[in-house]
């Protein structure tokens, strides 16, 4: 059974599918924007053939996706929509956007209709423009659990550039079940976005539904870590507390 992807949305607009595997961000992007207009054909959707479905794509004779594309879009997302509730827009590897297409995209994005979803995919998150991110939700795109024979396999498959020795001591932290550790935290304060990323890998690895929300409520400590200068000590202890034990969120 699929699980439902979870996007905390606060006050944004939008969501990045992010990952090193553009075709994992798309089936992921397919997979929300179906989500996301509820009871809409699913076979027009992904045909793009829905009326209030849009699919945007650098074409390989482009060198980018110009700004009469982006005015496209902004055309269409204002646009009431004509058999749905919602609309949802794709656009693949927005990264590709002109300079002057991401401006265009980003006035739309300011002052959004209330009824569409921006849905964009990156093969580089720091490619995309800070405007354009902070007005999107961030989801991590990890490949499928199954196709790797343990937990450590997994990780290190999905997150290439962390160190063997800290991969194995978050690792055998998570399957000792160990109790919070304040001497632990404070040793490796600064690895502590290395520890939220194995975090969400290790959780991921045994989906169901407990599992989700806590990487839900990790992604979201980690962006909004990354945006302050946060007590790297207490920041670690809480995404241990929230790793292994059970949370309760309104979701």
């Known amino acids: 059974m699929q699980m439902k992807i979870i996007v905390c949305k606060s006050n944004t ?7 090193n595997n553009a075709k994992l961000n798309l089936e992921k992007a397919y997979e929300y924007a ?24 650098k074409l390989d004779e482009e060198t980018q996706i110009s700004i009469d594309i982006a005015r496209r879009i902004n ?3 204002y646009k009431k929509p004509v058999i749905a509730t919602k609309k949802a827009i ?13 401006n265009s995209l980003l006035k739309t994005l300011e ?32 490949k499928q659990y199954k196709t790797y024979n343990n937990v450590k396999e997994f990780v290190k498959n999905n997150i290439v550039d962390i ?20 001497s632990f935290a404070k040793d490796n304060t600064e690895h502590v976005f290395d520890f939220i990323d194995v975090a969400m890998l290790f959780l991921s690895y045994k989906q169901n539904f407990e599992n989700a929300r806590k990487i839900l409520c990790l992604q979201e400590l980690k962006n909004i870590a990354r945006n302050t200068y946060p007590d790297k000590q ?5 995404v241990m507390y929230i790793a292994t034990h059970k949370i309760n969120l309104c979701i």
């Open 13 to 19: 607009v939008g969501t990045i599918f992010y990952s």
């Open 34 to 57: 179906i989500q996301y207009m509820e009871n809409s054909s699913v076979q027009h959707i992904m045909a793009n053939t829905h009326p209030d479905f849009m699919f945007i794509e």
């Open 75 to 77: 055309e269409f997302a």
């Open 90 to 102: 794709i656009i693949h590897n927005i990264e590709d956007l002109s300079l002057a297409a991401s």
């Open 111 to 142: 002052e959004p209709p209330t009824d569409v979803e921006f849905i964009l995919t990156t093969k580089c998150l720091s490619s995309v423009l800070p405007t354009i991110k902070s007005r999107c939700s961030k989801v991590k795109v990890f």
């Open 163 to 182: 160190p063997d020795i800290i991969c194995d001591i978050f690792i055998k932290y998570f399957e000792n079940d160990r109790t919070l550790n304040s």
């Open 234 to 238: 207490n920041l670690l202890l809480s």
